[in-house]
């Protein structure tokens, strides 16, 4: 199987369109009910942030992110994430006038449908018709994006611009002018305040430049390699810098240990393991299997024809920046289902990408078979993974969100 360039026609806007319906209706599932359902302690925990913020304002907080007991008059600092989801949390409920669940809830999921856009328009340029139209019924379903997209965290917030990141600079890195380069730090900047691996994402990418210098491509790669990794240290010294004012650097080292290592002892297997199941809960068979032999066609083409095709280039980088957060900080993996919300792109194309290289190899009535099996699969078990896990709610996060209650 040899990647070719995508066929025609591709993914209609007008196919598309119910996708995106279902999908925000999924999103909008459940999106009233109070903090109660897995993972909603986060929401809890950032709509008070973002109520300190309105209630004191920015003169008291520093733009930080802080618990407020307004009966004791006694505030909280929490000196562990960037502070920018709750700024912005702040800032959209006084534009909407609410600070409920479902105004929450409805900011990440806003993002996410922008995350969603993007990569419809890539499966549209870039894959024949049938493959486009599969993956987009997995983005759709699984619940990595039906759940997690409108999970009140910093993830949905940063997809869509890594995602204009990692295009960005594969524009330019293809051959697109400087602007797109420009185009890719700001898009760093803008994310950096808001999580961790948005500098990561920029390092990551200057160390791709790098990398293609000295295959040969030419200086420039070298100049912008190095511009990335110099912004990246420094967009994280200045956030670092920004958010332990009121815990100091010691607790900002605690949290970074935690994400280093795990909690109790896990042989490199069980952890392996554990990630790989969450993937596959959460991505579905298919989606995990996709990205596993996708992964395996970008590698083999490699070896055989010694570079990559623009297409598979841009597919590669996904992978790696969807994948390296979950290997360097493990402590988070193992913990969180959600740390692996940066390979959607990757996990989605991967779907596409497969699909595309298997069907010259199969007949008519063979890729009917597939398609159906998929999409059945794909309906299946993310019905069940949402009904089972995210329909019910979760004794562990109400007792988690009763110890806010003290709070704004």
């Not at 760093?188 to 790098?210: H, K, R, T, Y």
Request: hydrophobic share 50%; with cysteine; glycine share 8%.
């Amino acid at each position: 199987m040899v990647d070719t360039s995508p066929a025609r026609p591709g993914l209609s806007r007008l196919a598309a369109a119910p996708i995106v319906a279902v999908l925000g209706a999924l999103l909008a599932f459940h999106s009233a009910d109070p903090w109660r359902y897995l993972h909603d302690d986060n929401g809890r925990r950032y709509s008070s942030y973002a109520r300190t913020h309105l209630v004191l304002g920015l003169g008291a907080t520093g733009g930080r992110d802080f618990f407020f007991d307004p009966r004791a008059g006694r505030l909280v600092p929490y000196g562990h994430h960037p502070s920018g989801l709750g700024l912005l949390l702040a800032a959209w409920f006084r534009l909407t006038g609410d600070d409920g669940p479902r105004t929450a809830r409805a900011l990440p999921a806003i993002f996410h449908l922008v995350s969603v856009l993007f990569l419809l328009d890539l499966l549209r340029r870039q894959y024949a018709r049938a493959p486009a139209l599969m993956a987009a019924l997995a983005l759709a379903l699984v619940p990595m994006s039906s759940y997690f997209g409108k999970l009140v965290n910093f993830e949905p917030l940063v997809l869509p611009l890594m995602i204009g990141l990692v295009v960005a600079y594969w524009r330019w890195a293809e051959g697109g002018g400087a602007r797109w380069l420009a185009i890719g730090f700001a898009l760093s900047a803008l994310g950096s305040p808001i999580d961790w691996p948005m500098p990561l994402f920029l390092a990551l990418l200057g160390c791709d430049a790098v990398r293609r210098w000295r295959r040969g491509d030419g200086t420039r790669f070298l100049a912008a390699g190095a511009a990335a990794c110099a912004a990246a240290l420094m967009l994280v010294a200045a956030v670092a810098a920004w958010v332990s004012g009121p815990v100091g650097a010691r607790e900002m080292t605690t949290a970074v240990g935690l994400r280093l290592l795990p909690d109790g002892h896990y042989a490199w297997w069980e952890l392996a393991g554990k990630v790989i199941d969450y993937n596959r809960r959460y991505f579905t068979e298919p989606v995990l299997a996709a990205s596993v032999v996708a992964a395996w066609l970008l590698v083999r083409d490699v070896r055989r024809y010694g570079r990559l095709p623009p297409r598979a280039r841009l597919l590669a980088l996904f992978g790696a920046l969807g994948i390296v957060p979950v290997l360097a900080f493990p402590g988070s993996a193992v913990n969180h289902a959600y740390w692996q919300f940066y390979l959607l792109p990757y996990e989605i194309l991967s779907l596409a990408y497969v699909l595309e290289r298997l069907g010259p190899h199969l007949s008519r009535r063979s890729r009917a078979l597939v398609y159906a099996g998929v999409a059945c699969w794909l309906v299946a078990a993310s019905a069940f993974t949402l009904r089972t896990r995210y329909a019910k709610p979760s004794g562990y996060v109400v007792k988690r969100v009763r110890q806010f209650d003290r709070y704004l």
